[in-house]
T-cell receptor
Framework: EADIYQTPRYLVIGTGKKITLECSQT?????MYWYQQDPGMELHLIHY???????EKGDLSSESTVSRIRTEHFPLTLESARPSHTSQYLC?????????????FGSGTRLTVV | GNSVTQMEGPVTLSEEAFLTINCTYT??????LFWYVQYPGEGLQLLLK?????DKGSNKGFEATYRKETTSFHLEKGSVQVSDSAVYFC?????????????FGKGTTLSVSS
């Protein structure tokens, strides 16, 4: 049973549209992350959050934005989608003891911009 | 800096063959080490972990031993099945601008045929 949920699983959308990818977790984790996965399967950290009202950009520059108004919710928004945004987006969370438990990942959203 | 290096794939095996996926790391301090698995169309799932030197993590027939002297955490399975076909990621805990985070290797694709 997944404790971190991403919706939608698949999304095909036209260029220029605004989209929001949803991520919610029920574990009360403070830290949440967004990764972009390239076709070669490599993971790139694009955003992270330490808690409510905390958001930071990751290693890979991204035109997306995130918000963290509630502990359980960490949505990612693209104001104007482009074909270059086509990718798999993975959300993850971690609790207080990362060394012991690692991350819990959602099932991902596969975004296609046409 | 902290990094993880995995053997490049794809790795192609016949059912019941022995599997080794090499993982070496560079890290300061004493990281925890993880293997994650990603099945087609899914997010990453924790496969096994080790938190200190000489620990052996195991799960579903997979094993990996934390070798500090060789800075390695190679994944092994004695007899692979078609259902093991997936992408495998090695990861370690590290301190970076995100605080304590997981650093992932680039992933190794395993394809098992019957």
């Amino acid at each position: 049973e997944a404790d971190i949920y991403q919706t939608p699983r698949y999304l095909v959308i036209g260029t220029g549209k605004k989209i929001t990818l949803e991520c919610s977790q029920t574990m009360g984790h403070d830290k949440m992350y967004w990764y972009q996965q390239d076709p070669g399967m490599e993971l790139h950290l694009i955003h992270y959050s330490y808690g409510v009202n905390s958001t930071e950009k990751g290693d890979l520059s991204s035109e997306s934005t995130v918000s963290r108004i509630r502990t359980e919710h960490f949505p990612l928004t693209l104001e104007s989608a482009r074909p270059s945004h086509t990718s798999q987006y993975l959300c993850a969370s971690s609790g207080g003891y990362l060394r012991a438990y690692g991350y819990t990942f959602g099932s991902g959203t596969r975004l296609t911009v046409v | 800096g902290n990094s993880v290096t995995q053997m490049e794939g794809p790795v192609t095996l016949s059912e019941e063959a022995f599997l080794t996926i090499n993982c070496t790391y560079t890290a300061t301090g004493y990281p925890s080490l993880f293997w994650y698995v990603q099945y087609p169309g899914e997010g990453l799932q924790l496969l096994l972990k080790a938190t200190k030197a000489d620990d052996k993590g195991s799960n579903k027939g997979f094993e990996a031993t934390y070798r500090k002297e060789t800075t390695s955490f190679h994944l092994e399975k004695g007899s692979v099945q078609v259902s093991d076909s997936a992408v495998y990621f090695c990861a370690l805990t590290a301190y970076n601008q995100a605080g304590t985070a997981l650093i992932f290797g680039k992933g190794t694709t395993l394809s098992v045929s019957s």
